[in-house]
């Protein structure tokens, strides 16, 4: 019973995805899959306009097996009430064989990437539109005709794009601030060039909606469903990943700098 109701949320998710996903998701060999995944942020707020982002991602999938796990770390300047910028910010990612459609080999990656925001309100409704360019450097393997596998390094060097629209709205406040509670959701839309990468239209989106609470000024925690659509680099094959998002953010303000 849940796995056709996997099935049919994922189909709904995917209607919402886009265009060009939607229209060739039949010519594609498609699995559906279980995740869960969680996030743990802070912000280093050196003074007023820089911080400094600490993140750890534990993506987990098809019953909580290793997916994907990061450690990201990046300089913000924060412009005024509207932008801020990320001119330079770092990724290592671990990446791991998982669910139905494994990869060959185990190719982490170091990346680096730039990131645009800007933020905006509709009444109670709290938007953030982010941009982010990513340069990565891809590991690779090759099997030797005795069945030996060699690592070649981070050789396969890609480029991709991500923009994501936030919304956020309080509950039972005016505005999200200390002992609130709040509603999010969010769609990221991705796409990809670059060494091995032949499907060039949007490959993979995010949506998430759910839930948080504001405990005061520096910690907040949320959580919901998150709706994962993956076309892998040769658009042949497709990952519907259907499952639960967590949150954790917690900010620390440099001792007498604000």
Do not use: C
Not at 13 to 35: D, K, S, W
Not at 81 to 92: E, K, L
Request: charged share 15%; proline share 3%.
């Amino acid at each position: 019973m849940v796995k056709v109701s996997l099935h049919w949320i994922a189909a709904f998710a995917i209607m919402l995805a886009g265009g060009p996903l939607l229209g060739q998701q039949n010519e594609r060999q498609t699995v559906t899959q279980p995740i869960q995944w969680l996030a743990l942020t802070s912000n280093l707020k050196l003074n007023k306009r820089l911080s400094i982002l600490v993140e750890g991602h534990f993506r987990q999938a098809d019953q909580f097996k290793p997916q994907q796990y990061q450690a990201r770390t990046g300089l913000e300047i924060k412009l005024n009430d509207h932008f801020s910028i990320m001119p330079v910010a770092y990724v290592y990612t671990w990446n791991y064989q998982y669910g139905k459609q494994p990869a060959a080999h185990q190719n982490h990656e170091h990346r680096i990437w730039q990131q645009v925001s800007y933020k905006h309100s509709m009444g109670i409704l709290s938007l953030e539109h982010r941009l982010r360019p990513e340069q990565r450097f891809i590991q690779h393997h090759t099997r030797m005709p005795n069945g030996d596998v060699v690592n070649d390094g981070y050789t396969v060097n890609q480029f991709r794009l991500r923009y994501r629209l936030m919304a956020r709205i309080p509950l039972n406040n005016k505005t999200v601030i200390a002992k609130t509670l709040f509603a999010s959701a969010y769609d990221e839309i991705f796409m990809s060039w670059g060494e091995r990468i032949t499907f060039h239209e949007p490959d993979q989106n995010r949506i998430f909606a759910g839930v948080g609470y504001q405990f005061d000024d520096e910690f907040s925690l949320q959580g919901g469903f998150l709706y994962q659509l993956l076309v892998k680099s040769n658009g042949t094959l497709q990952e519907n990943n259907l499952g639960v998002f967590v949150q954790m953010t917690y900010n620390v303000r440099w001792s007498g700098s604000l």
